[in-house]
Nanobody, 122 residues
Framework: QVQLVESGGGLVQPGGSLRLSCAAS????????MGWYRQAPGKQRELVAS???????NYADSVKGRFTISRDNAKNTGYLQMNSLKPEDTAVYYC????????????????WGQGTLVTVSS
């Protein structure tokens, strides 16, 4: 019923920038927390950044000062601005959202996007 669609991934040179988007659609009353995760080949999925409904943010140490998470509540969309990209940032990036529906405004549900590949290479 609720879907997240990520976009904005691609190939970028070291030092470059990309902006990922995560658009939510479906039976949504409110989106609470949103988060970006990434999974590199052979590694576990890790949290990159998260943002609450009150726009408090949290970042992994490895991306602090380089990545910025934001959201547009009117569009039910989250963003991840990635600057000064490094080869070690190469991964599939996933968006996750916790939300409530019009039918049950008090129960948090969770949904993941399908992922978007970011490759940092010269």
């Amino acid at each position: 019923q609720v879907q997240l669609v990520e976009s904005g991934g691609g190939l970028v040179q070291p030092g470059g920038s990309l902006r990922l988007s995560c658009a939510a659609s479906g039976n949504i009353f409110s989106i609470n927390d949103m988060g970006w995760y990434r999974q590199a080949p052979g590694k576990q999925r890790e949290l990159v950044a998260s943002i609450t409904s009150g726009t408090s943010t949290n970042y992994a140490d490895s991306v602090k000062g380089r990545f910025t998470i934001s959201r547009d509540n009117a569009k039910n969309t989250g963003y991840l601005q990635m600057n000064s990209l490094k080869p070690e940032d190469t991964a599939v990036y996933y968006c996750k959202a916790r939300y409530t529906t019009w039918g049950d405004r008090y129960r948090n549900l969770e949904v993941w996007g399908q992922g978007t590949l970011v490759t940092v290479s010269s």
